[in-house]
Nanobody
Framework: QAQLVESGGGLVQAGGSLRLSCAAS????????MGWYRQAAGKQRELVAA???????SYPDSVKGRFTISRDIAKNTVNLQMNSLKPEDTAVYYC???????????WGQGTQVTVSS
């Protein structure tokens, strides 16, 4: 049973930056992929960044060029650097981790990011 704990959320002005961290209870290599999702009030949860076990990253167009996902293997953490933040980035951000066998997705508890205009 893996545990994911996010940190680093907060309030920032538009144009500012925040760095989120997700600490896993075990080796991040045990997961096929890890990612960051966000859910704004009244909206569906959406993927904002993902990184595979092999290190391949992916982003939706809405954050490409502004968000960067990275990992610290020694610390078993996955980070999300968010630059040029916009008010529409305001949401609760969740860390996720995917197992393939058996197929399962772990979630963190979420961390609030608020971007003021």
């Amino acid at each position: 049973q893996a545990q994911l704990v996010e940190s680093g959320g907060g309030l920032v002005q538009a144009g500012g930056s925040l760095r989120l961290s997700c600490a896993a209870s075990g080796s991040i290599f045990s997961f096929a992929a890890m990612g960051w999702y966000r859910q704004a009030a009244g909206k569906q949860r959406e993927l904002v960044a993902a990184i595979t076990r092999g290190g391949t990253t992916s982003y939706p167009d809405s954050v490409k060029g502004r968000f960067t996902i990275s990992r610290d293997i020694a610390k078993n953490t996955v980070n999300l650097q968010m630059n040029s933040l916009k008010p529409e980035d305001t949401a609760v951000y969740y860390c996720s981790a995917d197992l393939v066998t058996p197929p399962w997705k772990y979630w963190g508890q979420g961390t609030q990011v608020t971007v003021s205009s």
